[in-house]
């Protein structure tokens, strides 16, 4: 088997775990504290997540610079030191969108996560084209990041089945689409993920969607790994139990059509004693007091729960 195929393999097996997005810290003059990013990375490695991923969304990859982009894939290959895969997110203009993915993969990325086009008059088939563009052009295998259904059944299938892309993010809560996909590509290579995260895992599970993004394994990622076993063994009752304790936590995530969405991971982190600093404009920079009440009761009870458990 050709190393090319190897990689492909390792990266396909990856996504059919968790996909975790570390968070990007800030310092407190608003520039990037490498060091504690790094630390997170590590931590999250260490709880034994399978795919990292770089300038995410959750790691606020539309508010950094294209060298700080560079510069978080780099940090981020370096922290996780092999122990998991590293998916670098790259986007934005193609040409920028393939100058970066080429140096995720001199920095030791495993793979790059195309981040869905937000071109205001972006075709739904030039979308596609514009994935399958970078697909064709890097040399290592690319994760196609769907965050919307105006992409349909016949281009979403061009994507899923070109032979460097070794997974698709489907986020969408259009489970109807997601189905019709699973059915038109039946028996290819395709590899449909949940890019949803926990709360949606289980029935895009049973759709045939394997593996979920997450945000939660900055906080908890012993909470996600619980999550993925229960799905791994089809146990549906103890994945829903379990994700009914991080319910409030998600649902927190979701408020002001979510653009609180990093703005809880970060503060929790924050609780929890890593400070990481605010988030960047346009995302809510900071909770009010209100609401990280909520937030400090929601982790608390965590702790309850682990320790009545023991």
Known sequence: MTNDRLR??????????????HVTAWAGDGEADWKTTG?????????GIHNIVSAGNTGEF????TDEVVRS?????????????????IGRSLREAIATGRLAAKAGCDAAMVHHPLDPFAAPQSQADYIIAIA????????????????????????????N?????????????????????????????????????????ALGARGFTSGLVNVAPERSLAIWQALEANDYDRARALVSEIAGF???????????????????L?????????????GLPELNESERAELRKIVGSWGSQRAAAE
Not at 39 to 47: C, K, M, Y
Not at 73 to 89: I, P, Q, R, S
Not at 184 to 203: D, K, R
């Open 8 to 21: 492909q393999d390792a990266v396909r097996k990856a996504l059919r775990g968790i996909s975790g997005v």
């Open 39 to 47: 630390a997170i990375v590590r931590r999250i490695t260490d709880a």
């Open 62 to 65: 539309y508010p950094m610079t």
């Open 73 to 89: 894939h780099a940090v981020a290959a370096e922290a996780a030191a092999g122990k998991a895969l590293v998916t670098a997110g």
């Open 136 to 163: 064709d052009t890097l040399s290592v295998p690319v994760v196609a990041y769907i965050r919307s259904d105006a992409i349909g059944v016949k281009d979403l299938a061009r994507v899923a089945t070109h032979a």
């Open 165 to 205: 892309v070794a997974g698709v993010k489907f986020a969408s809560t259009n489970v109807m689409l997601l189905a019709e996909c699973v059915r038109a590509t039946e028996g290819t290579s395709a590899n449909w993920i949940c890019g949803l995260a926990e709360g949606w895992a289980a029935p895009f599970h």
């Open 250 to 268: 998600e649902t927190m995530r979701t408020k002001y059509g979510n653009g609180a969405n990093v703005t809880v991971v970060k503060e929790a």
């Open 270 to 282: 924050g609780l929890l004693g890593t400070d990481v600093g605010p988030v960047r404009l346009p």
